[in-house]
């Protein structure tokens, strides 16, 4: 969810990630790294992965006479766990934006933060 978000913000899903600008898909893969490190080795191919499938919808539609402006996508359909944890990790990637505008170095996230939000406030 967290590369959809990035890539529908600042690529173009027509354009394969060849193609694309080296500085954005930079710029993404550096957020996905602070955010989520973990996943360092597989977020090129997550970024590679859906503008593809972009494309492959696109092609599918225009194939079928779907016109795309009657209707607008629906959101992601995501548990409110996953929910907790996109809207963390834009947060801090907003607050990294504006660090490195201050010429600052942006901040990793930690995961125990992360993981403090989804816990049941009772539990």
């Known amino acids: 969810m967290f590369v959809r978000l990035f890539v529908d ?7 394969p990630i060849s193609k694309q600008p080296k500085d ?6 550096e957020a996905c790294d ?12 997550r970024i590679r992965t859906y503008l ?4 492959r919808m696109r092609r599918s539609k225009e194939q079928n006479g779907w ?3 009657l209707r607008p996508t629906p959101p992601h359909l995501t548990s409110a766990a996953a929910e907790g944890l996109l809207a963390a990790a ?3 990637e907003s607050q990294n934006a504006k660090r490195m505008r201050m010429g600052l170095e942006p901040l990793p996230v930690s995961r125990h ?11």
């Open 52 to 55: 593809k499938s972009c494309r």
């Open 67 to 69: 016109e795309p402006h």
């Open 9 to 15: 913000e600042n690529l173009d899903r027509s354009v």
């Open 113 to 123: 933060d992360c993981c403090d939000q989804l816990k049941p406030a009772n539990g």
């Open 24 to 29: 954005k898909i930079q710029a993404i893969l």
């Open 34 to 45: 602070r955010q989520f490190p973990e996943f360092h080795e597989r977020s090129r191919k």
């Open 90 to 92: 834009c947060e801090n």
